[in-house]
């Protein structure tokens, strides 16, 4: 996999994922609206970690300076 994001948008991903899970499970949400922010912070998470967003590979968008060939 070819890292596909840039420094901002992996720190961005990163912040927004830990908020939503520290939100869902302190914020007192039904089960349904925590398993959704555990899931979508855990996948922010995810992608900040490697650097490759598959979204991002299927729409042909990349934020990194480099090209990682």
Do not use: E, H, Q
């Not at 908020?19 to 996948?43: H, K």
């Not at 967003?53 to 042909?60: D, H, Q, S, V």
């Amino acid at each position: 996999m070819t890292k596909n994001m840039g420094s901002l948008d992996r720190i961005a991903r990163a912040v927004i994922g830990v908020v939503l899970l520290v939100l869902a499970f302190s914020a007192g949400w039904s089960t349904l609206w925590t398993v959704i922010a555990a899931i979508v912070g855990l996948v922010m998470l995810g992608t900040s970690a490697m650097g490759y967003c598959p979204p991002y590979a299927i729409l042909g968008i990349k934020t990194c300076k480099r090209d990682n060939a």
